[in-house]
């Protein structure tokens, strides 16, 4: 039977959130390998908040737009079918920034390429608790806000995928940590599974009197959402407070974020805020990727993924991140041939 392949093509920026008018479903043949490069049969697509910038016209951003016309990019788990690579051979287990698609085309060094561990019984881990959001989690906690043992620790965006794993590093590394996220049932999960010290609903009306109630004030917070909530939390930080910004999802989908109202708070409470950049860190990245694996394998580190499958309900899955319709990690099963 021959094989097609079919993928995302970005059309035009999308408005908001309306991703169904400027993305289609597309076919054509599988790609071929050039010289250099490997083609990977994708079995799970990882869906990230941070891809939606690149499908904007936006050229501040810390990676330039992705021309019109292109096929979409996300980061896929799957095995090499071909290759012309001698250090990626036909079989391996990969993880890559490919395409939204069945097969995906790269070249090593610019897809970030990675043969992954195929002993982990559960494959979705390595998009997961040993995946990149992983690294964006222990590397805000630990090289960008310096958080101490001991110290008051607030997870914004808590039952995503990149909070999830944030406030249970944080919790490894001894601190009291408090997650934000929207709605009870999430809450629940927080400190049901989890064991978050406190879940804070944002969406409820006392959101304020909640925060003001941490006592000692926050000392490190790891955001991930910016926009109206960082300006809440920035009067509760405690003096000589760190604001790790991780990410500014409720500013993605637009062109006019809301500014900060509150900003004076870093002089009156002396706070540092930094932005994180995974890629940043990735000469590290073995020694993140060994502390992350000695955690999961003592049983400390988990996550829990948000499954749909099928290429074609690919923006179903993708619009959950913008609307809170996912718990943790949202992934797609790609269901090739089908
Ligand atoms: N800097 C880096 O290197 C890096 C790397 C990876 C990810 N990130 C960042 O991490 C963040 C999370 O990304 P992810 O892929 O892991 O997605 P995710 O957290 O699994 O999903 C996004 C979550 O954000 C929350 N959210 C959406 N709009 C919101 C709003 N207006 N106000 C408050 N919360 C909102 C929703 O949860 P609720 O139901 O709680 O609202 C939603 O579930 C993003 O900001 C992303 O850019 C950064």
């Known amino acids: 039977m021959e094989h097609r392949n079919r993928f995302w093509r970005l059309n035009s920026h999308p408005l908001g959130n309306d991703f169904a008018s400027a993305l289609s479903l597309e076919e054509g043949p599988v790609p071929r390998a050039a010289d250099g490069q490997v083609v990977i049969a994708g079995e799970y697509l990882s869906l990230d908040a941070g891809t939606r910038m690149w499908m904007s016209a936006r050229t501040d951003g810390y990676q330039p737009p992705l021309p019109l016309g292109s096929q979409m990019v996300g980061l896929v788990l799957g095995r090499i079918t071909e290759s012309r690579h001698s250090s990626f051979p036909v079989g391996k287990l990969v993880r890559a920034f490919g395409q939204w698609a069945d097969y995906s085309c ?22 997961g ?7 964006t989690a222990l590397i805000g906690l630990t090289e960008v806000a310096k958080t101490r043992p001991g110290e008051t620790v607030l997870v914004s965006a808590a039952a995503g995928s990149t909070g999830m794993l944030a406030v249970q590093i944080a919790k490894i590394m001894g601190c009291r940590v408090i997650g934000i996220a929207g709605g009870a049932a999430k809450c629940a999960f927080l400190s049901n599974e989890l064991a978050v010290d406190e879940a804070i609903d944002y969406k409820a009306p006392n959101l304020e009197s909640r925060l003001a109630a941490i006592p000692g004030g926050i000392e490190v917070y790891f955001d991930n959402v910016g926009g109206p909530l960082l300006d809440t939390v920035l009067p509760y930080m405690a003096h000589y407070g760190r604001v790790a910004i991780s990410g500014l999802i409720s500013g993605y989908s637009t062109d006019d974020p809301v500014p900060l109202k509150r900003f004076d708070q870093v002089l009156m409470r002396r706070l540092t805020i930094s932005g994180v950049f995974t890629p940043d860190y990735v000469s590290r990245a073995e020694y993140y990727d060994r502390v992350l694996r000695r955690w999961f394998d003592q049983g400390r580190l988990r996550m829990h993924f948000d499954m749909t499958t099928g290429l074609g309900r690919m923006l179903e899955a993708y619009g959950k991140l913008f609307t809170g319709g996912n718990l943790g990690k ?3 099963a790609i269901d090739r041939d089908a």
């Open 129 to 135: 608790s040993l995946g990149l959001n992983a690294w």
């Open 330 to 332: 949202v992934l797609l």
């Open 106 to 127: 790269v070249e090593p060094v610019a897809s970030g390429l990675m043969i992954v561990d195929d002993t982990v019984s559960d494959a979705r881990e390595h998009l």
